[in-house]
């Protein structure tokens, strides 16, 4: 079994920066990507960012690219998203996933941790 914890969530103002962590647990995980998701109160959850854990490959959403950064630390399972220059529209539940597939079909998710963008 794989379990996902996201941390690091919090109240910023705009203009502000937060770095999210996410920590993957469990002996016989070999996950093919992690990524990030966010849904915020009447939306869809959309995604975010990932990144292939093998090669560190990243890709963004367009309404991220520039601000948001993704990265892994191999060694301790963790998978972070700083998040610069921070806009109210990123306010949102933001959740960590993982991907054991190959294929991205996201089996595994974390609970879900809280950024709040103030004006």
């Known amino acids: 079994q794989v379990q996902l914890v996201e941390s690091g969530g919090g109240l910023v103002q705009a203009g502000g920066s937060l770095r999210l962590s996410c920590g993957a647990s469990?002996?016989?995980?070999?996950?093919?990507?992690m990524g990030w998701f966010r849904q915020a109160p009447g939306k869809e959850r959309e995604f975010v960012s990932r990144i292939t854990l093998s090669s560190g490959m990243t890709y963004y959403t367009d309404s991220v690219k520039g601000r948001f950064t993704i990265s892994r630390d191999s060694a301790k399972r963790t998978v972070y998203l700083q998040m610069n220059s921070l806009k109210p529209e990123d306010t949102a539940v933001y959740y960590c996933?993982?991907?054991?597939?190959?294929?991205?079909?996201?089996?595994?998710w974390g609970q879900g941790t809280q950024v709040t963008v103030s004006s």
């Open positions: 996933a993982a991907d054991t597939t190959g294929v991205l079909s996201w089996n595994y």
């Open positions: 469990g002996r016989t995980f070999s996950g093919y990507a």
